[in-house]
């Protein structure tokens, strides 16, 4: 069997469902970032979200790896996919943007107001990360999971359950997209999936784009990225 027959058929991105944070921003004053769980609607999100998965994944076995954040690793357990997925991969570099600490609600306003008239790819947030920074971390974590597609008992599902910027940098990083097309895309919603899908030709295309906030017009490269 070729490296290029040990990809898996599937590989879904996730991102975590409703949690505290989303309806309450002043919440990242007293509660660290990755301690932010989910609130009772996260679950009903995450919990819909499974049977689909399910239905995607064709009840066969799926390598999972997880953000150790708190809202993503209720939401895994939301899914209810634990007879297909085994024992989960927690994985750090699948975590959200660091922002800061404990953060004060009126800066982080502030900067985000900042963000969006510098560049969301660019643009650091104090004490904390750019967009370009988990880019870089993401691009480490795509060369140990092409390493785990080598393996004997590698499954034909891979499912990521992590962050929306995250996972908007994840299909940046696979499909080559450039900076200029990803700030034009938004975060998908709680508890929104996208799949990339194997092809005749072994290469992936997504099950459908996600959603632009401007008017940019994708050129060939990136709009090929989707069926």
């Known amino acids: 069997m070729t490296k290029l027959h040990q990809r898996p058929h599937r590989i879904a991105l996730i991102r975590h469902g409703e949690s505290e944070a989303n309806v309450d921003k002043s919440i990242y004053e007293r509660l660290p970032d990755h301690a932010v769980p989910l609130t009772e609607h996260g679950y009903e999100q995450a919990a819909e979200a499974g049977k689909k998965l399910r239905e995607v994944f064709e009840n066969e076995p799926v390598r999972v790896y997880v953000s150790p954040y708190l809202r993503a690793l209720q939401t895994l357990d939301a899914l209810g996919l634990d007879d297909l997925a085994g024992v989960p991969r927690e994985e750090p570099r699948l975590r959200e943007q660091d922002w800061a600490n404990f953060q004060d609600t009126d800066d982080i306003e502030r900067q985000e107001q900042l963000r969006d008239s510098y560049g969301h790819f660019f643009y650091r947030f104090t004490h904390g990360e750019s967009g370009s920074d988990v880019y870089d971390r993401v691009s480490s974590f795509l060369e140990t999971m092409?390493?785990?597609?080598?393996?004997?008992?590698?499954?034909?599902?891979?499912?990521?359950?992590?962050?929306?910027?995250?996972?908007?940098?994840?299909?940046?990083?696979?499909?080559?997209?450039?900076?200029?097309?990803?700030?034009?895309?938004?975060?998908?919603?709680?508890?929104?999936?996208?799949?990339?899908?194997?092809?005749p030709n072994f290469r992936y295309k997504l099950d459908r784009p996600f959603e632009q906030w401007t008017d940019h017009e994708p050129t060939e490269r990136e709009r090929s990225a989707w069926l």
Do not use: I, Y
Request: aromatic share 12%.
């Open 146 to 199: 092409h390493r785990d597609f080598e393996k004997p008992d590698s499954p034909r599902n891979v499912l990521l359950v992590s962050h929306g910027l995250t996972m908007r940098l994840f299909c940046m990083r696979w499909f080559h997209w450039s900076v200029k097309f990803f700030e034009t895309l938004r975060n998908p919603d709680n508890a929104e999936t996208r799949v990339l899908l194997r092809q």
